[in-house]
């Protein structure tokens, strides 16, 4: 950081989850870690198993935890999605839902998830973006509590489990046209209106492509009728697709992996006939290679009309 600034106040939350609204009176003399997240980010849910656990190891030597909900994706303004979040994970400090970006330009942050590291007296003293880090980070920690002790074992465990770093070879590719990028459906993507759309013979690598009559929106890529399908070439050990859907009844979906059922390589939103259901949103893992990671080709067939799928991303 090139100057220390003073820990911004938590005012123009639209809501707080797990705590009253907090002010600086509840915060001074305490170490603060302010944590900014998003309810369908992958970076985040594979760092948070570490934010609660320093939640519970040093909350009596004084430190406080607040997480920021900044939404995305313009669903994550739900708040019963993101108390939803909250309880799945379980998030186990104060979060204040960050719904109108008031906290995040006051911090003037960038990044999901973010993490400040903030004095007794209020003064910002590190940040860190993006996940990883996380020895670097408990130790700055301890320092700023004036403790000095064995990390705290963490071992994180389904989507949260750290990816295969050595083995990623795709990138998070969102499928909305404001972002999207290598679709490879044959005469490109028509914005903002229905078209019948095909998939390729063959994709390239990290490649993707719709079947079926799609509506391609700024954010998403929205199914028109029940049977569209989409498709994507991948190398990673873990395929996601953050997945919404306004319809009154779940949207069932099949995967396959190379044109089969996924087995043991399901994820844990997949049974290993490859049949999961959309029922709200959030990210879904479809994909967990076991064995050999090797590229692949990831499909999912909607069996009915409603779903919005918006980015695909890896592990």
Not at 84 to 104: F, G, H, K
Not at 124 to 135: A, D, K, N, V
Not at 151 to 164: C, I, K, L, N, R
Not at 265 to 294: A, H, K, M, P
Request: proline share 6%.
């Amino acid at each position: 950081m090139p100057e220390l600034l003073h820990m911004p106040r938590l005012d123009g939350a639209t809501g707080w989850l797990k705590s009253e609204p907090l002010g600086p009176a509840d915060l001074r003399g305490h170490v603060v870690l302010v944590n900014f997240w998003t309810l369908t980010c992958i970076n985040w849910l594979r760092q948070e198993p570490f934010v609660r656990a320093w939640s519970d190891a040093y909350r009596d030597d004084g430190l406080i935890v607040v997480g920021a909900h900044t939404p995305e994706f313009s669903f994550e303004r739900d708040i019963e999605l993101v108390r939803r979040a909250t309880q799945e994970r379980p998030v186990n400090y104060p979060v204040a839902v960050d719904s109108d970006y008031a906290i995040w330009h006051a911090f003037a942050n960038h990044y999901w998830p973010a993490l400040y590291f903030i004095d007794e007296d209020g003064v910002i003293r590190h940040q860190q973006f993006g996940e990883g880090s996380y020895e670097e980070s408990e130790r700055i920690l301890q320092q700023l509590l004036a403790i000095d002790r064995k990390p705290v074992h963490v071992a994180p465990t389904g989507v949260e489990a750290q990816a295969d770093w050595d083995h990623l070879r795709s990138p998070e590719t969102y499928l909305g046209y404001a972002r999207g990028e290598r679709f490879a459906s044959p005469s490109g993507a028509a914005l903002d209106e229905k078209r019948d759309y095909t998939i390729p013979s063959a994709l390239q690598l990290n490649r993707w492509a719709l079947g079926g009559v799609w509506t391609v929106g700024i954010e998403r890529v929205a199914l028109d009728q029940a049977g569209g399908r989409i498709a994507y070439r991948f190398h990673a050990r873990d395929a996601h697709l953050v997945l919404f859907t306004a319809a009154s009844d779940p949207v069932p979906f099949r995967v396959l992996l190379d044109g089969e059922a996924p087995g043991v390589s399901r994820g844990v939103d997949v049974g290993e006939d490859g049949n999961g259901l959309l029922t709200d949103g959030r990210l879904y893992q479809l994909i967990r290679q076991r064995g050999e990671v090797r590229e692949r080709t990831l499909e999912i067939t909607f069996l009915a009309a409603g779903a919005e799928p918006f980015v695909f991303t890896f592990g």
